[in-house]
């Protein structure tokens, strides 16, 4: 009977300390790859050669930490990117009209004749107009994106906010040579949204239209609630399109712009718990909402 016990318990012994040298070789192996991932900064998963549960639960668990890792690394790396982009970008924009200011300025001082001053004075209206509106995208940007504070929101008769921002709009757009097509349904659309956020998406949507179109505007609200603005845009690419809601990004043929209309308006859209898309054939750019 005792030698029956001992066998058992020599057994179990065995078998423990052959669970304990698993457990280390396995401990061996994911110090040993996980320092190579890190090092290597590669795509590869945590790999073992036990099929112990719980030390492969453990690399499971690294593997998908591994993944957020590399995930907000990469968002790091496009952000920086991203900002360094939008910095050179910005700097050209504000240094444009303050080159032109600083010249103007100049040449008041070399004149007397009224007529050039008054000149000189009106461009440099027309360049300092040019850097209020961008400080003013920026400056309005940075709110949105920090969230500070929680946006009242109300039953909004959509209906009725865009027929008032499209009025608000039309003498910029006749300015530019642009008669809309207006499609709004008779249906009643209400939704819960916050009214200013709204109109500001609006507004930006339009003020991207003034940007990209060359020379039309068709506007539809449809009874499901879709809104969409479709003008034609040839001077665009399918790979500009892409980026048009990326935050800084801008096309040739719209300077003075911070390029943070449709990001503000993507982020406004989402907030409200709608989508935004933008699509691109045959020459002619629409943008979508879903609210």
Do not use: W
Not at 18 to 46: C, P
Not at 79 to 88: C, M
Not at 220 to 241: M, R, Y
Request: a negative charge; glycine letters at 6%.
């Amino acid at each position: 009977m005792i030698y029956v016990i001992f066998g058992a318990m020599t057994g179990v012994i065995v078998l423990l300390l052959v669970k304990l040298h698993l457990i280390k070789k396995s401990a061996r192996e994911i110090t040993s790859e996980l320092g190579m991932i890190l090092k290597e900064d590669t795509n590869t998963s945590l790999r073992l050669s036990t099929h112990d549960r719980d030390m492969c639960r453990l690399a499971d668990s690294i593997n998908v930490q591994l993944k957020q890792v590399r995930k907000e690394h990469l968002q790091y790396h496009q952000g920086n990117t991203e900002l360094k982009t939008a910095i050179t970008n910005i700097s050209h924009d504000i240094r444009t009209p303050l080159t032109a200011i600083t010249g103007n300025l100049y040449m008041i001082g070399k004149t007397d004749d009224l007529s050039e001053i008054r000149e000189y004075v009106g461009a440099i209206e027309e360049r300092t107009e040019a850097m209020k509106q961008l400080t003013e995208e920026l400056f309005r940007y940075c709110i949105i994106v920090s969230g500070d504070s929680e946006a009242v929101t109300e039953e909004v008769f959509v209906n009725q906010a865009l027929q008032e921002s499209i009025s608000s709009f039309y003498p910029v757009l006749t300015e530019k040579g642009i008669t809309p097509q207006i499609h709004i349904t008779d249906t009643r659309i209400v939704r819960n949204v916050n009214r200013s956020e709204l109109a500001r998406v609006f507004s930006n949507l339009l003020n991207n239209a003034v940007k990209y179109s060359d020379g039309d505007l068709e506007i539809t609200l449809s009874d499901p609630g879709e809104i969409t603005f479709s003008n034609t845009a040839k001077e665009l690419s399918t790979v500009e399109v892409e980026q048009l809601f990326d935050r800084f990004y801008t096309v040739e043929v719209a300077r003075n712009s911070t390029g943070l209309g449709l990001s503000i308006a993507r982020t406004l859209v989402e907030r409200m718990g709608g989508t935004i898309t933008a699509e691109y054939d045959d020459g002619r750019l629409t943008i979508r909402i879903m609210l």
